[in-house]
């Protein structure tokens, strides 16, 4: 069994921050990516930014410049540093990671979403 604990979501004022993480537990071996996706209302989930084990990184146009994803390989942890919030950063922000499991098989695994609400 294998969970995703998100945390850190929550209201922020427009250029604010917010720091997310995103905690796996349970048969883990290691894992081969983590990253974080979003869903706003009506809209269709999509791609925030994602690390790799080696510490590889993608990020949407959206946010390149205001967010950074970082990862503890030890804790199995990912982080997303949201810097200059505007109203469009409004979501649901879900961790999506590709792991390793103990018994070797790897298999893709999503919180269960937290909401970052961007607002004065």
């Known amino acids: 069994q294998v969970q995703l604990v998100e945390s850190g979501g929550g209201l922020v004022q427009p250029g604010g921050s917010l720091r997310l993480s995103c905690a796996a537990s349970?048969?883990?071996?290691?894992?081969?990516?983590m990253g974080w996706y979003r869903q706003a209302p009506g809209l269709e989930r999509e791609l925030v930014a994602r690390i790799t084990v080696f510490g590889a990184t993608k990020y949407a146009d959206s946010v390149k410049g205001r967010f950074t994803i970082s990862k503890d390989n030890a804790q199995n942890t990912v982080y997303l540093q949201m810097n200059s919030l505007n109203p469009e950063d409004t979501a649901v922000y879900f961790c999506?990671?590709?792991?390793?499991?103990?018994?070797?098989?790897?298999?893709?695994?999503w919180g269960q979403g937290t909401q970052v609400t961007v607002s004065s």
């Open positions: 349970g048969r883990i071996s290691s894992f081969n990516t």
């Open positions: 999506k990671a590709n792991i390793v499991r103990t018994s070797g098989t790897t298999l893709e695994y």
